[in-house]
């Protein structure tokens, strides 16, 4: 069964950054895009950002430009998102998907990574 494995949360202070990783073991997703969607406890799951197959052209929620970068390496078949300037509002359960059109996900998911930036 394919799988998306996310990696890299944790507990960070405000201000701080953290690195995502998201592999896809035993699938490539080299010709779609992927990205990531965060969910807190009573919330539906948003999305955060995506990256086209090429990794030439992203997409970002309002509340994350300027200080979340997302990438890809697909030699590696792994995306990445980079969040630096933290805040307590970015604490969620950040999930990786693909494949994805514009900021609409895909069918499959990973099993979600807890992100908690304390103030």
């Known amino acids: 069964q394919v799988q998306l494995v996310e990696s890299g949360g944790g507990l960070v202070q405000a201000g701080g950054s953290l690195r995502l990783s998201c592999a896809a073991p035993?699938?490539?997703?080299?010709?779609?895009?992927m990205g990531w969607f965060r969910q807190t406890p009573g919330k539906e799951r948003e999305f955060v950002a995506s990256?086209?197959?090429?990794?030439?052209?992203?997409r970002y929620v309002d509340s994350v430009k300027g200080r979340f970068t997302i990438s890809r390496d697909n030699a590696k078949n792994t995306v990445y998102l980079q969040m630096n300037a933290l805040k307590p509002e970015d604490t969620a359960v950040y999930y990786c998907?693909?494949?994805?059109?514009?900021?609409?996900?895909?069918?499959?998911w990973g099993r979600g990574t807890q992100v908690t930036v304390s103030s």
């Open positions: 035993g699938r490539t997703f080299v010709n779609y895009a």
């Open positions: 998907n693909a494949p994805m059109v514009a900021t609409i996900p895909g069918g499959y």
């Open positions: 990256i086209s197959w090429r990794g030439d052209s992203t």
